[in-house]
């Protein structure tokens, strides 16, 4: 199925895989339908930079004193393991009442177990939080595509860290003689150099929010290793191109 012939229905699934809501056959479906076509993929990592920068407004939460009891308790259930795992080298009584329904050592070991599994929530969810607050904040987005519109490069800016970050979405890849340049284009002005591209996946460039402020568009050339001057503009052809658009998120 080509989704991009249907935008709404590839924002929705996009939504959905980002927030974890998409599961089973449905999810490697999309997954598969990603790896396939570059617009789908841009779409999943836009909507999951958006997601991800909702966590800012959450207020951090200090984990429950209850889980240095439950550290404790396991502790003691580890030094009771250890106990068992003597009795049992010793000679097993003729008959034990009850039957295995009745051991004493399948009920310690199903409440360290459940111990166990209860600190392991408290924790990787604590860790998880903090992963989620630290997250990048994402003000400006831009998906640049070539002129058969297939996306080719998603951007997006973190003032946070003063960074852009780009991830290439499309198969092009540059000659290793030439490289990819980006460019801000501001209304009735020259286009303004943001930094030369390397050939990895996904790379970082420093910026600032004055330098986006006001920029309706970006913009990627091919030029000669190691990119121009700023001041020459482009003087190769402009492989990409995109609206640069705020979130209001």
């Given at each position: 199925m080509n989704l991009a012939?249907?935008?709404?229905?590839?924002?929705?699934?996009?939504?959905a895989h980002a927030l974890g809501t998409l599961r089973g056959g449905a999810r490697r479906r999309f997954e598969t339908l990603?790896?396939?076509?570059?617009t789908v993929r841009a779409s999943a990592l836009l909507w999951q930079d958006r997601l991800a920068s909702l966590t800012e407004l959450e207020t951090p939460v200090a984990p429950d004193p209850a889980v240095w009891t439950r550290i404790r308790n396991l502790v003691d259930a580890e030094q009771q393991r250890?106990?068992?795992?003597?009795q049992r080298s010793a000679p097993a009584p003729a008959t034990r009442p009850g039957g295995w329904w009745g051991s004493l050592a399948l009920w310690r070991g199903a409440a360290a177990a459940g111990a166990l599994a209860t600190v392991l929530a408290v924790v990787v969810g604590a860790g998880l939080?903090?992963?989620l607050r630290s997250a990048p904040q994402v003000q400006y987005v831009a998906?640049?595509?070539d002129d058969r519109s297939d996306a080719s490069m998603l951007v997006t800016f973190d003032p946070k860290n003063r960074q852009?970050?780009?991830q290439r979405v499309g198969a092009y890849r540059e000659a290793a003689?030439?490289?990819?340049?980006?460019?801000?284009?501001?209304?009735?002005?020259?286009?303004?150099?943001l930094g030369v591209l390397g050939p990895q996946q996904a790379l970082h460039l420093a910026a600032t929010p004055s330098e986006l402020q006001a920029v309706p568009a970006l913009a990627i050339s091919l030029e000669p290793k190691g990119g121009?001057?700023?001041e020459r503009g482009p003087t190769g052809p402009v492989l990409f191109k995109g609206p640069l658009i705020e979130k209001t998120l």
């Open positions: 012939a249907h935008p709404r229905l590839l924002a929705l699934l996009s939504a990603a790896r396939e076509q570059a250890e106990a068992l795992a003597r939080r903090e992963q998906v640049l595509s852009l970050t780009l003689d030439r490289s990819l340049q980006l460019w801000a284009l501001p209304p009735g002005g020259a286009p303004r150099s121009v001057p700023s």
